[in-house]
């Protein structure tokens, strides 16, 4: 079955830019999503059809693509970005996959 | 602004079946697609499979195929998720999310239901 593969953690200082990568071999033809899901919280969509920001989403959160590679970026890191974070997107057949996910700390 | 709300915390035995509502308001639920995606404590997102309730057509992960059926009224603007043949494994919060274009692309979750299944 497809798989998208993240990095368990990843951790920065506040103020510092924090990159979440994403791979799965269906991405250079499937678009990425990202959502951050705070503890105990519904995930809230960041990033959508690869580098798109949704409405109310702070211009730090950022996407980008490159072959079998997606990435969120956070420029400027800040303590209330602390979550977990989960890229999302299609097999060939548009069935759903999330990745694992990547826990972001920040301090 | 959509908003769901889904049904309530559900405990079951190995073996039943469950079923979570998600009913949605404030905007547009035919046309959207709606996502069926589960959290088992302390773990990741997994989908389960969507439905597009104005064409009526499920598609479901392949892991769930013939143990999930997920349905849509839109007279009542509600969406269900069925599970059966529960087993402890199966013990997850379940969302509902709603995404699609409307003047810009919208994305919105439900509160989650907790589904505990225990003998």
């Known amino acids: 079955s497809y798989e998208l593969t993240q990095p368990p953690s990843v951790s920065v200082s506040p103020g510092q830019t924090a990159r979440i990568t994403c791979s799965g071999d269906?991405?250079?033809?499937?678009?990425p999503y990202w959502y951050q899901q705070k503890s105990g919280q519904a995930p809230v969509l960041v990033i959508y059809?690869?580098?798109k920001r949704p409405s109310g989403i702070p211009e730090r959160f950022s996407g980008s693509s490159s072959g079998t590679m997606a990435t969120l970026t956070i420029s400027g890191a800040q303590v209330e970005d602390e979550a977990d974070y989960y890229c999302?997107?299609?097999?060939?057949?548009?069935?759903?996959?999330f990745g694992g996910g990547t826990k972001l700390t920040v301090l | 602004q959509v908003q769901l709300v889904q049904s309530g915390a559900e405990v079951k035995k190995p073996g039943s079946s469950v079923k979570v509502s998600c009913k949605a308001s404030g905007g547009t639920f035919s046309s959207y697609t709606i996502s069926w995606v589960r959290q088992a404590p302390g773990q990741g997102l997994e989908w389960m499979g969507r439905?597009?309730?104005?064409?009526?057509?499920?598609n479901y992960a392949q892991k769930f195929q013939g143990r999930v059926t997920i349905t849509a009224d839109k007279s009542t603007s509600t969406a269900y998720m069925e599970l059966s043949s529960l087993r402890s494994e199966d013990t997850a919060v379940y969302y509902c999310?709603?995404?699609?274009?409307?003047?810009?692309?919208?994305?919105?979750w439900g509160q989650g239901t907790l589904v505990t299944v225990s003998s």
């Open positions: 269906a991405l250079p033809k499937k678009y």
């Open positions: 059809e690869d580098s």
């Open positions: 999310a709603s995404s699609g274009y409307s003047y810009g692309y919208e994305d919105y």
């Open positions: 999302y997107s299609t097999d060939s057949s548009g069935l759903g996959v």
């Open positions: 439905i597009i309730p104005i064409l009526g057509i499920a």
